[in-house]
Every structure is written in structure tokens, then in C-alpha cells.
């Protein structure tokens, strides 16, 4: 695959660096980012981690320690996985699009599969014989046409598309760490998929996924991919979190429509219902994303976000006490954008930013799509 962004190569030391951000208290992707932009590196943004956490009302935060970092470095070799740095060539380009991409990612496996065009196949753990059969038939039809296959090794349909493309390419996203695999009785699963596919996830190794890291790794699944389908899904179950994610990030939604008396497919024809593309078999997708991913083999995506993550220096500001009060003062569990908050605070954009980033590692702010905040 062409590409038409640069690659970037982390120095060892900036690999310890950024592993050390991203895993200490109250850091997460889109923090990180800003984190970067504003200190202009890792480390600088790392000695400021006490005093932004201080400023926004809050103690010390733990701070990951180089000796943890490379520990969690040397376990991933041994363990055959590999820590990868957004804006590095190993990294999925379409996962670098999404507005809270993981700044690190580790990825186990034949690393070739990440360069093909992704489709997503999620629904049921508690999948009907159907469900499972058409997943297979699309699985294939998709596989044959040269896309690799994005699930989450979850029971049901997740299986079932993974094992319908195991010789042919598929990539599991993990909820958990690398040496932490749910449900346990995949492990064979996974096994068999590493040869001519890969395992990916966020997470440190030793990470025991909790219910609120699958929808946080369904954001993973949709951003890898050029589309989703949604094969079986309740009215409330993680492959509708799936879809709005999707929608979100700018992808297909595509979904198989069931009966109207299976609760199990009560999600799908919703989706349906809500303008989400039907389909009955693999050419309804195909002919949708080929020729999006036509264009993106002859190097017309997107470049990464104005040069994000690229440990370019940024500028400190200190805000003067009367600002932060106001801003805080605005802010409040409801969500509130950006722009509004520097309008209404009568403050510059810097100045409100980097109150948000110091209430952020006080863990006192949530960040939320399309540039919105509300207190934790």
C-alpha cells in the first residue's frame, strides 16, 4: 500500500517516554495528545505532570516510572508483541484518523495483514445458527476479495467471522492485555489466527479487561476499518455502541436484517430503519468499500491531524487566577464545548486549554467527541 503521510521512527528513549504518559493516572489518548502538542515532548510534558495536577486541585497523580516502562517493554518481546507509536509505519493508518486514537498500541501477530483494507464484523455473543451461517458466507465472500476482517474475539458472531478468515487474514482487538484473553476458551482461537493475522490492543499486558474497556476497544474495531457490519445485535448490546462509533469516525455501517420476531435482530433492523446499509451478502459490501479502498492503495488518504503526535515544541501559557476561576466556574457535569467556554470566559483558546488540561490530570474533567468537556 501506498501512502502519502510521513513515518516516524521513536527513538528507544522516546518509546520509554511516551510509555510512561500513557500509562500514568488520568492520561488518556486525547490528553496525550495535548500533552505533546503544548510541551513539545513526552518527557518535558511528563516533569510537568505535578504541577498541572496541583493547579487543577489535585495531589501528586502516579506517574508510570521507567523502570515499569521497560519492564512492560522487555515482557512484550519476550511474549512476541510489539509496542507501536502512532505516526510509525506499523501503525494502521485508519486508526491514526480517529479523534482518540491510542498514542501506543501492541500489536502480535503477521503485522502484513494491517496494510489491507479492514472490514468490521461484530453482533450476538448469543448468535442463532442463521446468524452464524450468513456471517460465515459474508466472511468469505469479503475475504476473497482481498479484505482482511476486524473483530473482537468475543463468543458468537465475533467467532465465527474470525474463524471464517483465519487463513486468510484477520485481526482480533482485545479489550485486555496481550497475555489476558477473554473469553479464556479463545485462546486456541487466537492461536489460530496469529500466523496470517494479528492481535491488537491498547491495553499494558497483565490488563484484565473490565465491562467498561469493551465499548473503549469497540472504538479500536470501527476506526481500523473502512466499514462495519452488524450481524444480529439486541436493542441494547456493544455492537449498536459499535455502530454510533462508527458513524461517528465516518465509516460504513452496513447490517443484516432478521426477523422482526427474534429479539436478537430488534438492533439490526433498527439500524436499517435508521438509514444503515441492508445487506444479504458480500457484494453489497464490496461494492461500497472497493472502491474506497481503490483510492487509499493509490495514496490518496488523509494525512494524521496537523501533525499530532510528532513531539513538535509547543508553547506554555500560565493562566492568571481570575481566568481559571472563570473557566471552572463554566464548567459543570453537563458537556460544554471548547469554543463556547472561550467565548464565554472572554479568554484566549490557549489559556482555556490548558486550564482543561490541568483540571484533566487533577481527574476532575471528561473529554467527549466533537470537542466537548464536563466535569467528572
Same mark, same amino acid.
Given at each position: 500500500?501506498?501512502?502519502?503521510?510521513?513515518?516516524?521512527?521513536?527513538?528507544?528513549?522516546?518509546?520509554?517516554?511516551?510509555?510512561?504518559?500513557?500509562?500514568?493516572?488520568? !492520561?488518556? @489518548?486525547?490528553?496525550?495528545?495535548?500533552?505533546?502538542?503544548?510541551?513539545?515532548?513526552?518527557?518535558? *510534558?511528563?516533569?510537568?505532570?505535578?504541577?498541572?495536577?496541583?493547579? #487543577?486541585?489535585?495531589?501528586?497523580?502516579?506517574?508510570?516510572?521507567?523502570?515499569?516502562?521497560?519492564?512492560?517493554?522487555?515482557?512484550?518481546?519476550?511474549?512476541?508483541?510489539?509496542?507501536?507509536?502512532?505516526?510509525?509505519?506499523? &501503525? @494502521?493508518?485508519?486508526?491514526?484518523?480517529?479523534?482518540?486514537?491510542?498514542?501506543?498500541?501492541?500489536?502480535? +501477530?503477521?503485522?502484513? !495483514?494491517?496494510?489491507?483494507?479492514? !472490514?468490521?464484523?461484530?453482533?450476538?455473543?448469543?448468535?442463532?445458527?442463521?446468524?452464524?451461517?450468513?456471517?460465515?458466507?459474508?466472511?468469505? #465472500?469479503?475475504?476473497?476479495?482481498?479484505?482482511?476482517?476486524?473483530?473482537?474475539?468475543?463468543? +458468537?458472531?465475533? *467467532?465465527?467471522?474470525?474463524?471464517?478468515?483465519?487463513?486468510? +487474514?484477520?485481526?482480533?482487538?482485545? *479489550?485486555?492485555?496481550?497475555?489476558?484473553? &477473554?473469553?479464556?476458551?479463545?485462546?486456541?482461537?487466537?492461536?489460530?489466527?496469529?500466523?496470517? #493475522?494479528?492481535?491488537?490492543?491498547?491495553?499494558?499486558?497483565?490488563?484484565e479487561p473490565r465491562a467498561r474497556d469493551f465499548p473503549r476497544r469497540n472504538r479500536l474495531i470501527s476506526g481500523l476499518s473502512l466499514g462495519v457490519v452488524i450481524v444480529e445485535a439486541a436493542k441494547r448490546s456493544g455492537s449498536l455502541i459499535t455502530s454510533r462509533l462508527a458513524l461517528e469516525q465516518g465509516r460504513e455501517v452496513f447490517a443484516v436484517p432478521g426477523s422482526p420476531l427474534d429479539p436478537r435482530a430488534e438492533g439490526t433492523n433498527g439500524l436499517i430503519k435508521q438509514g444503515a446499509t441492508p445487506v444479504t451478502e458480500a457484494a453489497d459490501i464490496i461494492n461500497v468499500l472497493q472502491p474506497m479502498a481503490e483510492r487509499e492503495n493509490l495514496g490518496l488518504t488523509l494525512p494524521p491531524p496537523d501533525g499530532e503526535l510528532h513531539d513538535e515544541p509547543g508553547q506554555g501559557v500560565e493562566p492568571e487566577a481570575d481566568e481559571r476561576t472563570r473557566i471552572v466556574g463554566l464548567l459543570s457535569p453537563t458537556p460544554v464545548s471548547i469554543d463556547d467556554l472561550v467565548r464565554l470566559s472572554r479568554t484566549s483558546p490557549r489559556v482555556v486549554r490548558m486550564v482543561l488540561l490541568e483540571l484533566e490530570i487533577a481527574g476532575r474533567l471528561e473529554r467527549h467527541g466533537g470537542g466537548l468537556v464536563s466535569l467528572t
Open positions: 500500500m501506498h501512502d502519502t503521510t510521513k513515518s516516524i521512527r521513536l527513538t528507544d528513549e522516546q518509546r520509554i517516554d511516551w510509555l510512561r504518559l500513557i500509562r500514568s493516572q488520568n !492520561v488518556g @489518548p486525547r490528553t496525550f495528545r495535548t500533552l505533546i502538542n503544548h510541551f513539545g515532548g513526552a518527557r518535558p *510534558a511528563l516533569e510537568a505532570l505535578p504541577g498541572l495536577a496541583r493547579r #487543577g486541585g489535585a495531589g501528586l497523580p502516579k506517574i508510570f516510572s521507567r523502570a515499569e516502562a521497560e519492564r512492560e517493554i522487555e515482557a512484550a518481546k519476550k511474549l512476541g508483541v510489539t509496542i507501536v507509536a502512532a505516526g510509525e509505519a506499523d &501503525y @494502521p493508518h485508519r486508526l491514526q484518523m480517529i479523534d482518540d486514537a491510542p498514542p501506543l498500541i501492541a500489536i502480535r +501477530g503477521n503485522t502484513a !495483514v494491517l496494510t489491507m483494507p479492514q !472490514v468490521a464484523i461484530v453482533g450476538s455473543r448469543n448468535a442463532s445458527a442463521a446468524g452464524i451461517k450468513i456471517t460465515q458466507q459474508i466472511t468469505r #465472500g469479503l475475504s476473497e476479495a482481498g479484505f482482511a476482517i476486524v473483530s473482537g474475539l468475543a463468543r +458468537g458472531i465475533d *467467532a465465527a467471522a474470525h474463524r471464517a478468515s483465519t487463513a486468510s +487474514g484477520t485481526i482480533a482487538v482485545l *479489550a485486555g492485555g496481550q497475555d489476558r484473553i &477473554y473469553p479464556a476458551e479463545h485462546d486456541s482461537l487466537l492461536d489460530a489466527i496469529l500466523p496470517a #493475522g494479528a492481535a491488537l490492543t491498547e491495553m499494558p499486558l497483565g490488563w
